[in-house]
């Protein structure tokens, strides 16, 4: 069965660090994209980079660059999102999500609930 | 970078209705169109690809159509566990892989 697993809720305050994690199973790990996906409160998806644990290729959303972090350990099956320095517009529920190059977004993790806050 | 829009932002309908959302892309592409649907709390799910390939699974009042610049999702008869948001979703081989800004879909 594939799955995604998510590390669990953070809350953060504004100008720390943070790294996120997303396991993945039940496939082959190196040959599927993660992307990260974000929803602030109350609105919608955003698409913020895709990474290939093969080879690690990363691609990021313009909205994103600069912003996070996107990385993998494929040794132990598990891609990251982190930030330098988090601030409060960073607040929201983050999604890994599985990817076949050129196939939709299929297996999703379960979400991971970030608060920034003072 | 692709923009999508969707239309309209949020509906009510009866039990039994018709319903239709429209996605528009712009600049267009083929038809590596997928929706999703996002019930509250809930982590989203894929009901069709590839623009009008419906997904194992997700019953077939679901459908999906277009090509280019414009998409729409009918669901043919609105059910009372229809209630969510639905995106609709540009993905391929090359980012960026945007998302439309979705409709919520209520009962009346």
């Known amino acids: 069965e594939v799955q995604l697993v998510q590390s669990g809720a953070e809350v953060k305050k504004p100008g720390e660090s943070l790294k996120i994690s997303c396991e993945g199973s039940?496939?082959?790990?190196?040959?599927?994209?993660i992307a990260w996906v974000r929803q602030m409160p109350g609105k919608g998806l955003d698409w913020m980079g895709i990474?290939?644990?093969?080879?690690?290729?990363?691609r990021y959303s313009p909205s994103f660059q600069g912003q996070v972090t996107i990385s993998v350990d494929k040794s132990i099956y598990t891609a990251y999102l982190q930030w330098s320095s988090l601030k409060a517009s960073d607040t929201g529920m983050y999604y890994c999500v599985r990817q076949h190059s050129g196939h939709p977004f299929d297996y999703w993790g379960q979400g991971t609930l970030v608060t920034v806050s003072s | 970078d692709i923009q999508m829009t969707q239309s309209p932002s949020s509906l009510s309908a009866s039990v039994g209705d018709r319903v239709t959302i429209t996605c528009r892309a712009s600049p267009g592409f083929s038809t590596y169109l997928a929706w999703y649907q996002q019930k509250p709390g809930k982590v989203p799910k894929l009901l069709i690809s590839a623009a009008s390939t419906l997904q194992s699974g997700v019953p077939s009042r679901f459908s999906g159509s277009g090509s280019g610049t414009d998409f729409t999702l009918t669901i043919s008869s609105l059910q009372p566990e229809d209630v969510a948001t639905y995106y609709c979703h540009k993905y391929g081989s090359a980012p960026p892989f945007t998302f439309g800004p979705g409709t919520k879909v209520q009962i009346k």
């Open positions: 039940g496939y082959s790990f190196t040959d599927y994209w």
């Open positions: 990474i290939y644990p093969g080879d690690s290729d990363t």
